[in-house]
Each structure stands twice: as C-alpha cells, then as structure tokens.
Nanobody, 122 residues
Framework: QVQVVESGGGLVQAGDALRLSCTASGRIARINIMSWYRQAQGMSRELLARDANTGSPYVAIAVKDRFTISRDNAKNTVYLQMNNLKPEDTAVYYC????????????????WGQGTQVTVSS
C-alpha cells in the first residue's frame, strides 16, 4: 500500500514564502515522476511543476519566476518552494506520484495526495 501525504500549507501574507513537502510511503522501489498541482475554488486542477528525474524539472510559466520544485529520491519526497506568494495563489495544493513501482510489483501505479490548503491574504 502506498500513501502520498502533503504538508506545509497554511495561511500567509502576500509576499511571504512557503515550502510544501510531499512524501510517498510504502514498499516503494522507485517513483518515475512527482508533480505538484493546485486547484482554486471553482477552477480546474492545474499542473504547477513536475520532476521526472531527468535533471530538468518542469515548472509552469505562470509561476516559474517564483516556484521551484526539488526532489529527494532517498526519502521519496518532493518539495515545492513558493516565494513572493500572491492572493491568487490561494488554492489546495496536491502532490501526484506517477509510475510508482513497489517491490515485487510488475507495473507502476499513480497516486494523489489528499491536498494541503494554502491561503494568501492581501
């Protein structure tokens, strides 16, 4: 059984920084891709950043100058550093682990975290 858990959200003021963490646990042999999404109220879920262990992580253009993704494979953890937060960044932030292979398994599966709320006040 694999679980994906985010942490680090909260209420901050505009201009502040936050670092979100996401850890996958279980008998994990490897994870191909770890990504961050967010979903604002009444909006669809959007991809923010993705790290596929290529050395060149993807970050959406809309947040590229403020958000950074990094990954610690030894801990099955991915981080999202968010700087200069704005009220429009208010959303639930989700972690998505795709291509998760467990020991003894024969194919990869995908898992969503439960989300962590980020609220930015003006």
């Amino acid at each position: 059984q694999v679980q994906v858990v985010e942490s680090g959200g909260g209420l901050v003021q505009a201009g502040d920084a936050l670092r979100l963490s996401c850890t996958a646990s279980g008998r994990i042999a490897r994870i191909n891709i770890m990504s961050w999404y967010r979903q604002a109220q009444g909006m669809s879920r959007e991809l923010l950043a993705r790290d596929a262990n290529t050395g060149s992580p993807y970050v959406a253009i809309a947040v590229k100058d403020r958000f950074t993704i990094s990954r610690d494979n030894a801990k099955n953890t991915v981080y999202l550093q968010m700087n200069n937060l704005k009220p429009e960044d208010t959303a639930v932030y989700y972690c998505y682990a795709s291509g998760v292979y467990v020991y003894g398994g024969s194919y990869g599966e995908n898992y969503w975290g439960q989300g962590t709320q980020v609220t930015v006040s003006s």
